[in-house]
């Protein structure tokens, strides 16, 4: 009985393996076929159904060496080692690390932080200055922190991710950036401060013919989270280019919000149509400080600084009052939803260079205290935040570190509608995963050990708080791990208007 039981199984068995390996051969005849008379592909034509292997391994390849074969500090834009700092603070986690530093400090352009023989202990350190933003402004602003989110809209990213930051950022007292996707209620729900992003198609203050609605922009200004407005030129991934949302991420929602029809890729114009030189520029400015009440600046990606040169010399001739009260520099290597890559890799300064330069041109003119400068760009560790503190920006700016903070894993996929952490879709179940509670203390955690980690640098450098770091503080690797001090690479200027 057993006997027969066995025999009628492994007959079965038998067929199925017989029909399986020909399903097989069958498939692979008829792959052979398409691939050999299909006209498109030169790698499948030459190489029938093995060339196809070709994109699978491609497709893979991201993975398997994201996981295996990458050492902690090698991949880009971000590298394992950068990342997991921002998991683990993100996390509350230990952050301390054993052993020795798997950072190669001979490399160009790594930088080193010079101690000091008796640092500041902790009973004498104190909490960065709170800054004033837009003396002239009928409401200027006092921001509480030096570390901040950096605009990213609603649009590029999800709902349950705008709502994780804006909980977060209320939770850690940090102002969060709307990007130009205009202001949504998820921005505004957990009552953080809010900087309203507008680029150049006007998002949210936006009337039937794309311009700029100022009625608009008033009642903006009357929402009491809305502290600041900030005029987007450029954006370091990008400059010369307008916002890019793809045709799948432009739900009804976003449709409604930002003004424009569903379903369809929401391209904005590559230049505010109304702002071809740096007088339209401060006219721009100081019609909306005008009609909102509220400081105002533009977002800007260094290239040339002959037209900077123009800006502040017309400020003088107008009057300081008239002067942007911020301005955001961007690095050339900054994040996007979604950029044409030559923009993203080649156009564009790094904030390595570019931020001294802003700052020392600002000095120059003797707008220290009236421009304030707020920079981001790969600012995602202490270190960087400290060196960008020590070069003279005002404010951190910190787009993709948030990113992480909600459990980006650098999948690459933000202009797709298909990131496997919810974060840049709006499929509802890839949001299952991105719990707005959870992810808000993560948020949360990630500001308050960024700004207490740079409190750790600026201590043992022997200043009492991060806003005192000084470029006298930090040295440059410039080659063969010969260093100079950043005060000696961009020497302070004298102002001709003090
Ligand atoms: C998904 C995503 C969306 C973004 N959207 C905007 C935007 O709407 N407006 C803008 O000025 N910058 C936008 N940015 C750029 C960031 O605000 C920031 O300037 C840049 O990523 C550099 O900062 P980071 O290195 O901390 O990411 C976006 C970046 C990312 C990653």
């Known amino acids: 009985m057993l006997d027969s039981w066995f025999y009628v199984s492994l007959k079965y068995m038998v067929l199925?393996?017989?029909?399986?390996?020909?399903?097989?051969?069958?498939?692979?005849?008829?792959?052979?076929?398409?691939?050999?008379?299909?006209?498109?592909?030169?790698?499948?034509?030459?190489?029938?159904?093995?060339?196809?292997?070709?994109?699978?391994?491609?497709?893979?390849?991201?993975?398997?060496?994201?996981?295996?074969?990458?050492?902690?500090?090698?991949?880009?834009?971000?590298?394992?080692?950068?990342?997991?700092?921002?998991?683990?603070?993100?996390?509350?986690?230990?952050?301390?690390?054993?052993?020795?530093?798997?950072?190669?400090?001979?490399?160009?352009?790594?930088?080193?932080?010079?101690?000091c023989p008796f640092p500041v202990m902790k009973k004498d350190a104190v909490e960065a200055d709170k800054l004033l933003i837009g003396p002239y402004a009928k409401q200027p602003y006092k921001s509480p922190s030096f570390f901040n989110i950096s605009a990213m809209s609603f649009g590029a990213l999800s709902m349950p991710a705008i709502q994780s930051l804006s909980h977060g950022a209320k939770k850690a007292g940090i102002w969060m950036n709307t990007g130009e996707g205009g202001i949504s209620p998820y921005h505004l729900e957990g009552g953080c401060d809010i900087v309203y992003q507008f680029g150049t198609a006007k998002y949210g203050a936006r009337n039937s013919e794309g311009g700029f609605d100022f009625d608009k922009l008033k009642e903006i200004g009357q929402i009491p989270q809305v502290k600041m407005i900030e005029l987007?030129?450029?954006?370091?991934?990008?400059?010369?280019?307008?916002?890019?949302?793809?045709?799948?991420?432009?739900?009804?929602?976003?449709?409604?919000?930002?003004?424009?029809?569903?379903?369809?890729?929401?391209?904005?114009?590559?230049?505010?149509?109304e702002i071809k030189n740096v007088t339209q520029l401060l006219d721009m400015v100081n019609k909306i400080r005008?009609?909102?009440?509220?400081?105002?600046?533009?977002?800007?990606?260094?290239?040339?600084?002959?037209?900077?040169?123009?800006?502040?010399?017309?400020?003088h001739q107008r009057g300081i009052?008239?002067?942007?009260?911020?301005?955001?520099?961007?690095?050339?290597?900054?994040?996007?939803?979604?950029?044409?890559?030559?923009?993203?890799?080649?156009?564009?300064?790094?904030?390595?260079?570019?931020?001294?330069?802003?700052?020392?041109?600002?000095?120059?003119?003797?707008?220290?205290?009236?421009?304030?400068?707020?920079?981001?760009?790969?600012?995602?560790?202490?270190?960087?935040?400290?060196?960008?503190?020590?070069?003279?920006?005002?404010?951190?700016?910190?787009?993709?570190?948030?990113?992480?903070?909600?459990?980006?894993?650098?999948?690459?996929?933000?202009?797709?509608?298909?990131?496997?952490?919810?974060i840049t879709t709006h499929d509802p179940d890839l949001h299952q995963g991105l719990v707005v509670e959870n992810k808000t203390k993560r948020v949360a955690n990630f500001a308050k050990s960024m700004v207490k980690e740079v409190g750790v640098i600026a201590h043992a450098c022997g200043v009492t708080e991060p806003r005192a770091l000084k470029r006298s503080h930090v040295r440059m690797v410039f080659s063969n791990s010969i260093s100079k001090p950043l005060n000696v690479l961009f020497p302070d200027k004298k102002s001709q208007y003090d």
């Open 16 to 115: 199925m393996f017989v029909f399986f390996i020909g399903m097989a051969i069958l498939v692979i005849v008829f792959l052979y076929i398409i691939d050999k008379t299909q006209t498109r592909h030169t790698i499948r034509r030459n190489f029938p159904v093995i060339g196809r292997f070709r994109w699978i391994f491609e497709h893979l390849g991201e993975f398997f060496r994201q996981y295996f074969f990458a050492g902690d500090r090698e991949e880009l834009p971000f590298n394992r080692a950068q990342r997991t700092w921002v998991y683990k603070a993100a996390k509350n986690n230990n952050n301390t690390v054993a052993f020795g530093s798997t950072r190669n400090l001979d490399r160009r352009g790594a930088m080193i932080f010079l101690n």
């Open 232 to 273: 987007k030129m450029a954006q370091g991934a990008k400059p010369g280019k307008g916002g890019i949302l793809p045709a799948a991420k432009v739900t009804e929602e976003i449709a409604n919000i930002r003004g424009i029809p569903a379903g369809e890729a929401s391209i904005s114009p590559n230049r505010h149509p």
């Open 290 to 315: 005008d009609a909102s009440g509220l400081p105002v600046g533009f977002k800007m990606v260094m290239g040339g600084d002959d037209w900077l040169h123009e800006l502040f010399t017309e400020i």
């Open 321 to 422: 009052e008239s002067a942007p009260d911020f301005i955001t520099l961007d690095s050339g290597d900054g994040g996007t939803g979604a950029a044409p890559q030559s923009l993203m890799d080649d156009v564009g300064m790094v904030i390595k260079e570019s931020l001294p330069m802003l700052v020392d041109l600002r000095n120059e003119y003797g707008l220290k205290d009236r421009v304030r400068i707020m920079t981001s760009g790969k600012l995602i560790t202490p270190a960087e935040v400290a060196w960008a503190l020590c070069a003279g920006a005002d404010f951190i700016n910190n787009a993709r570190g948030f990113l992480f903070s909600l459990g980006c894993i650098q999948a690459l996929k933000c202009n797709k509608n298909t990131c496997p952490t919810g």
